[in-house]
């Protein structure tokens, strides 16, 4: 078993539309949990990140993080063709430093 | 803020000869950089991570004597990709880190694609 699991999709949706990505993890120790957007040849970008358990929001988007089922969600709302990309969600430990262990990222196409 | 650049953006090369790959920090100082590997489709997976002075720490199955590591400030790491086949074909991309502070946000750089002939 991985440590991160993601559905790689593609997930095509219509503007508008509330999209839902999600991981799953194997690894406990894991309290840091992230998700990075890609475009197509380009570097990741840091879109939300969490701390242990819980919720966030930015804006359109909201991360979830449920410890306790291994479970850690990102929405969108409203999407925008914008949003076309790859999602990767990522994870590390609790020490400062240890590098992060990415998902496999879900592409997403948001259509007009 | 929180910059980070890579150069070249992409590379073509024969069979047998050496690239290197640098990334740099523009607007902080990193005391941590990792470098990532990512095939088409595929996650990033980690190659290494360098501190700043100190010899980088490879993850396994990555060959240090093919993948060389070079963190030689806080604000310039470089992978050397020596004696490269078309197998080493890739999407190279670096992250750094900041130095300080319990959060491990990386900042990553544009990428670099790797084509060996």
């Known amino acids: 078993q991985k440590e991160v699991e993601q559905d790689p999709g593609p997930l095509s949706v219509p503007e508008g539309a509330i999209v839902s990505l999600n991981c799953t993890y194997s690894n406990s120790a894991f309290q840091y949990f992230m998700w990075y957007r890609q475009y197509s040849r380009k570097g990741p970008e840091l879109l939300m990140y969490t701390y242990s358990s819980g919720n966030k929001e930015d804006g359109r988007f909201t991360a979830q993080v449920d410890k306790s089922s291994k479970y850690i969600s990102l929405f969108i709302r409203d999407s925008q063709p914008s949003d076309s990309a790859t999602y990767l969600c990522?994870?590390?430990?609790?020490?400062?430093?240890?590098?992060?262990?990415f998902g496999k990222g879900t592409t997403l196409s948001v259509s007009s | 803020g929180a910059v980070v650049s890579q150069h070249p953006s992409w590379v073509i090369c024969k069979s047998g000869t050496s690239v290197k790959i640098e990334c740099r920090s523009l607007?902080?100082?990193?005391?941590?950089m990792f470098w990532y590997r990512q095939f088409p489709k595929q996650s990033l997976m980690l190659m290494a991570t360098s501190n700043e002075g100190s010899k980088a720490t490879y993850e396994q199955g990555v060959e240090k004597d093919k993948f060389l590591i070079n963190h030689a400030s806080l604000t310039l790491s470089t992978l050397t990709v020596t004696s490269a086949h078309p197998e080493d074909s890739s999407f190279y991309i670096c992250?750094?880190?900041?130095?300080?502070?319990?959060?491990?946000?990386?900042?990553f750089g544009p990428g670099t694609r790797l084509t060996v002939l």
């Open positions: 992250s750094a880190r900041p130095g300080g502070g319990p959060y491990n946000e990386q900042f």
């Open positions: 990522a994870m590390s430990r609790q020490q400062a430093g240890t590098a992060l262990i």
């Open positions: 607007d902080f100082q990193a005391t941590t």
